[in-house]
Nanobody, 115 residues
Framework: QVQLRESGGGLVQAGGSLRLSCAASGSIVSINGMYWYRQAPGEQREWVATITSGGSTNYADSVKGRCTISRDNAIKTVYLQMSSLKPEDTAVYYC?????????WGQGTQVTVSS
């Protein structure tokens, strides 16, 4: 059984910062890609950022320059540092992990940015 637990969401004013974390636990050995997605109310889930096992990163245009994805393989955790937050960043943020050909999703953490 593999579990992904996100944390770090909350309410923040526009221009503020948040750091999201997603820790993997259970029967997971090696992790390949780690990802962040988000889903705003009434919208489809969208990809936000990727970090590969080698540390290469990629970002959606909507967050590029404002977000940094990182990972700590020793503790099987992926992070998303977000700054200069905007009201349109309001969404539930989900982490996604690829491991051994399997895909795992977390349950999400709410980020609300007030104007």
């Amino acid at each position: 059984q593999v579990q992904l637990r996100e944390s770090g969401g909350g309410l923040v004013q526009a221009g503020g910062s948040l750091r999201l974390s997603c820790a993997a636990s259970g029967s997971i050995v090696s992790i390949n890609g780690m990802y962040w997605y988000r889903q705003a109310p009434g919208e489809q889930r969208e990809w936000v950022a990727t970090i590969t096992s080698g540390g290469s990163t990629n970002y959606a245009d909507s967050v590029k320059g404002r977000c940094t994805i990182s990972r700590d393989n020793a503790i099987k955790t992926v992070y998303l540092q977000m700054s200069s937050l905007k009201p349109e960043d309001t969404a539930v943020y989900y982490c996604r992990v690829l491991s051994g050909g399997n895909v795992y999703w977390g349950q999400g953490t709410q980020v609300t940015v007030s104007s």
